[in-house]
Nanobody, 116 residues
Framework: QVQLVESGGGLVQPGGSLRLSCAAS????????MAWYSQAPGKQRELVAV???????NYADSVKGRFTISRDNAKKMVFLQMNSLKPEDTAVYYC??????????WGQGTQVTVSS
């Protein structure tokens, strides 16, 4: 059974940092594009950052220069380093594994709250 397990969320003050982690039980983890999405209350889930199997990355405009996505294929993990956090970054953050054009797996999400 495929599992994606996120961790690292929590409450942080504006300007602070968090590092999210996602552990994946995918046999061919290194071959998959991995991503982080966020979903704020009352809003649709949005793509935050993506990293390909080759290490290419892309970010939503709202997080460019503040967030960094990375992966450790040996540990089958993907990370999201979040710096200079803003209240509008408050959301549930989900790990995503894109296995094919028609199949993707999701984690259960981890809550990030940015508030003073």
């Amino acid at each position: 059974q495929v599992q994606l397990v996120e961790s690292g969320g929590g409450l942080v003050q504006p300007g602070g940092s968090l590092r999210l982690s996602c552990a994946a039980s995918l046999i061919r983890f290194s071959t998959y594009t991995m991503a982080w999405y966020s979903q704020a209350p009352g809003k649709q889930r949005e793509l935050v950052a993506v990293i390909t199997s080759g290490g290419d990355t892309n970010y939503a405009d709202s997080v460019k220069g503040r967030f960094t996505i990375s992966r450790d294929n040996a540990k089958k993990m993907v990370f999201l380093q979040m710096n200079s956090l803003k209240p509008e970054d408050t959301a549930v953050y989900y790990c995503n594994a894109k296995v094919s054009s028609t199949l993707a797996y999701w984690g259960q999400g981890t809550q990030v709250t940015v508030s003073s």
